[in-house]
């Protein structure tokens, strides 16, 4: 089992950046994929990033060149950082932790993320 708590959420003016952590704890970190994922009101949710055990990152297009995906082994977690923020970036967004292999597939909890002036 891996247990997952996401931070960092908030109220944002649009332009603004914040930065959502992901804490993991309960098994070994490095060996999972790690993702950041957003669902916003009505919509289902989707993809925003993505960091393998190995380090290779993916971004929705939508977010390229605005979001940074990273990690930190040593610590237990990942890092989304959010730059030039726009409305359409509003939603609640969830950490993820998969590990194919062993047919495993987490969730935290999530945490708001409103872009607004």
């Known amino acids: 089992q891996v247990q997952l708590v996401e931070s960092g959420g908030g109220l944002v003016q649009p332009g603004g950046s914040l930065r959502l952590s992901c804490e993991a704890s309960g098994s070994i970190f490095r060996i999972y994929d790690m993702g950041w994922y957003r669902q916003a009101p009505g919509k289902q949710r989707e993809l925003v990033a993505s960091i393998s055990s190995s380090g290779w990152t993916n971004y929705a297009d939508s977010v390229k060149g605005r979001f940074t995906i990273s990690r930190d082994n040593a610590k237990n977690t990942v890092v989304l950082q959010m730059n030039s923020l726009n409305p359409e970036d509003t939603a609640v967004y969830y950490c993820?932790?998969?590990?194919?292999?062993?047919?495993?597939?987490?969730w935290g909890q999530g945490t708001q993320v409103i872009v607004s002036s």
């Open positions: 993820n932790a998969r590990n194919a292999r062993r047919g495993e597939n987490f």
